[in-house]
């Protein structure tokens, strides 16, 4: 972390030990764009990624204009950059592309999977719009997000979003030991077992869309969470 972020970061802790972080993202300054021209290419596709900055931002932009007139999608492809963007300066290590290998997309399965150490990090991130005729909230988001982390390695039904992980990781380089678990965790999903979630390393993130002059609660947003997974 020896690149000053550009977004002002609240930071605390839940009363189960979680960790808590806020980030304002307002307008993109200079600043904010020189930092992110000096990571979107890494984020977007991985330590081996060949083109510069303005090549990666030229598809990713082509991306969001054939998704004009889809202003979710949109908001939540917005909101996993800037999720990535964060974990990235606060060390995480990436084990996965922004970019979607199997619909020349923004990725799908987990949102991001990354590691410290030899320690898996699952993340989930949901978004919204908030405006002067609903209550959106962050909480509201993360909480979403969370029981989406639950529900997808539990559905059996589905695609095994472990082994989605497994050839993101190989593209991303992954270390030999994050590479081995994901790998046995695909073939754990496959006969229908399920990790513990309360040894799972979790970041749910909520982001809120301000179509209004909205003014945000930190210290409320913290306390129900805190209430929220004290639950």
């Known amino acids: 972390m020896s690149d000053s972020f550009p977004f002002l970061v609240e930071e605390g802790l839940l009363s189960d ?17 020189a930092y992110l ?13 060949a083109d510069g900055p303005e090549r990666v931002k030229k598809r990713i932009r082509r991306w ?10 949109i908001h939540g492809a917005t909101a996993e950059l800037f999720c990535h ?10 084990n996965f592309l922004y970019d979607n290998l199997e619909e020349n997309s923004i990725k799908k399965g987990f949102d991001g999977l990354y590691s410290i150490g030899d320690d898996i990090w ?14 959106l909230s962050h909480p509201v988001k993360v ?12 559905d059996f039904d589905g695609n095994d979003p472990w082994q989605n992980a497994a050839y993101h990781a190989f593209l991303a380089r992954a270390d030999e030991t994050i590479a081995k678990k994901i790998k046995a965790l695909s073939n754990d999903f496959l006969d229908e077992k ?13 982001t809120i869309f301000c179509s209004c002059d909205c003014g945000f609660d930190v210290h409320g947003i ?4 805190d209430r929220y997974f004290q639950d």
Do not use: H
Request: proline letters at 3%.
């Open 222 to 225: 913290k306390d129900r969470l």
């Open 122 to 135: 699952l993340m989930e991130s949901k978004s919204g719009e908030k405006t002067k005729t609903n209550d």
């Open 17 to 33: 030990g979680s960790k808590f972080s806020y980030v304002d993202i307002g307008k993109l300054d200079g600043s904010a764009i």
């Open 194 to 206: 399920s990790p513990d979630i309360a040894e799972m390393n979790l970041v749910p993130c909520g």
């Open 85 to 94: 963007l964060f974990l990235n300066w606060r060390g995480y290590r990436q």
């Open 143 to 154: 909480q979403a997000a969370y029981r989406d982390i639950c529900s997808k390695l539990k």
């Open 37 to 49: 021209d000096g990571v979107i290419a890494k984020i977007y596709g991985g330590p081996c990624e």
């Open 64 to 73: 969001f204009v054939s998704k004009t007139g889809d202003k979710d999608l």
